[in-house]
């Protein structure tokens, strides 16, 4: 009793605490940026490798974007300040891999950090991950083993952890909600869009100094503007829905 009560203060320990991770990487990569010079020698071709970049990102909050679509609430995978699980899903991109918020998170955060084209900081991004998720992903089973015992060993046993297999896919057994995905991920979705725009306004500034003379914002680029606009715009309007009305609420998600 004693050992189970440990990994659920370790877990819960760790599933608050989680939040803070981006903050570490985002402190950590402020140093970088000094030294991060234009792919291709402009901005322009450098604006390229900055959107293959943003797609990694798009492609973690996509991995999120389709668990939460097919997730009621009160599951394994939409624990947010501890642990908790009425059932456990083993259908959708759930009959795929354990853990898909987990795998979205390294994506979104993988996104800004090859920005720095640093392989030894990307190296040490990895590892940072994997001995930090490593422990609140094995908290979590821990949890789940001890609550649902075979049918959630009989699951794990066919379903690998982090790296999706589509062998045993299984249909979601919910209709997708759009609106649920709106709901909790734009807060998300406007996260990437004020790093990004961040990232590269330090890039510019770095490679391009001489532009600052006449002040900032005659220095910008107009696709910062649009950008950080576009998002900022979208994210004041679904935070009003959010927050005024019950427009995105779906019963049971």
């Known amino acids: 009793m004693a050992l189970i009560e440990e990994f659920d203060k370790q877990g819960n320990f760790l599933f608050r605490w989680r939040t803070y991770v981006p903050g570490v990487i985002l402190i ?3 140093f970088l ?4 010079y234009y792919w291709g020698e402009s901005y322009s071709t450098n604006l390229i490798y900055t959107s293959i970049c943003l797609l990694i990102s798009l492609a973690g909050l996509a ?5 939460i679509g097919y997730t009621p609430a009160r599951t394994s995978g939409r624990n947010t300040k501890e642990q908790v699980a009425d059932v456990v899903n083993q259908t959708g991109i759930y009959s795929t891999v354990r853990h898909p918020l987990y795998l979205g998170n390294f994506l979104m955060y993988l996104g800004v950090v090859a920005l720095l084209k640093s392989l030894l900081f990307a190296a040490i991004f990895i590892l940072f991950f994997y001995l ?4 609140i992903m094995f908290a979590e089973e821990f949890f789940l083993r001890g609550k649902f015992k075979d049918a959630y060993l009989k699951w794990a046993n066919i379903t690998p952890a982090f790296i999706p297999s589509f062998k045993n896919y299984k249909p979601a057994n ?5 609106k649920n995905i709106l709901k909790r991920e734009y807060p998300g979705l406007y996260g990437i869009i004020v790093i ?3 990232f590269d306004i330090a890039i510019l500034y770095f490679n391009e100094q001489g532009r600052f003379a006449l002040g900032f914002l005659e220095a910008l680029r107009l696709e910062q503007i649009v950008f950080f606009g576009a998002g900022s715009l979208f994210y004041i309007l679904v935070r009003i829905i ?3 009305t019950k427009i995105l609420h779906v019963e049971g998600r």
């Open 196 to 198: 990004f725009t961040i």
């Open 242 to 244: 959010v927050k005024t």
């Open 174 to 178: 919910l209709n997708f909600s759009f």
């Open 28 to 30: 950590s990569s402020l």
């Open 132 to 135: 930090y998720y490593e422990r």
């Open 63 to 67: 991995v999120r974007c389709i668990t």
């Open 33 to 36: 940026l000094p030294k991060v």
